[in-house]
Nanobody, 131 residues
Framework: QVQLVESGGGLVQAGGSLKLSCAAS????????MGWFRQAPGKEREFVAAINWSATSTYYADSVKGRFTISRDNASRDNAKNTVYLQMNSLKPEDTAVYYC???????????????????WGQGTQVTVSS
């Protein structure tokens, strides 16, 4: 059973920082490109950041470039979890949203911006930035 579990969301003041984590079960996800998306109230889900399996390529939405950093730890054992992180600095009220972790099929391709390129999704974690 594929499972992506996000954590690290919460309430923070504008200018503050949060670090989101996404634990992906299964060693095969060490070969999967992964991404973060977000959905604000009344808006469609949008791309935030993506990273390829080897962490040699990263992509960011213009709205978060220079403030957010995506990274990953790949599992080295069969029963370990692959974890993707989203470090969010200089947070703004407009960053308020539910943040979702997503994964492509393992060994299927590189990081992508398009939502429909991802096959697996987490349940989301709420990030609220107060002004």
């Amino acid at each position: 059973q594929v499972q992506l579990v996000e954590s690290g969301g919460g309430l923070v003041q504008a200018g503050g920082s949060l670090k989101l984590s996404c634990a992906a079960s299964g060693r095969t996800f060490s070969s999967a490109a992964m991404g973060w998306f977000r959905q604000a109230p009344g808006k469609e889900r949008e791309f935030v950041a993506a990273i390829n399996w080897s962490a040699t390529s990263t992509y960011y939405a213009d709205s978060v470039k220079g403030r957010f950093t995506i990274s990953r730890d790949n599992a080295s054992r069969d029963n370990a979890k692959n974890t993707v992180y989203l470090q969010m600095n200089s947070l703004k009220p407009e960053d308020t949203a539910v943040y979702y972790c997503a994964a492509r099929r393992p060994a299927y391709g590189g990081a992508r911006v398009a939502e429909d390129a991802y096959d697996y999704w987490g349940q989301g974690t709420q990030v609220t930035v107060s002004s």
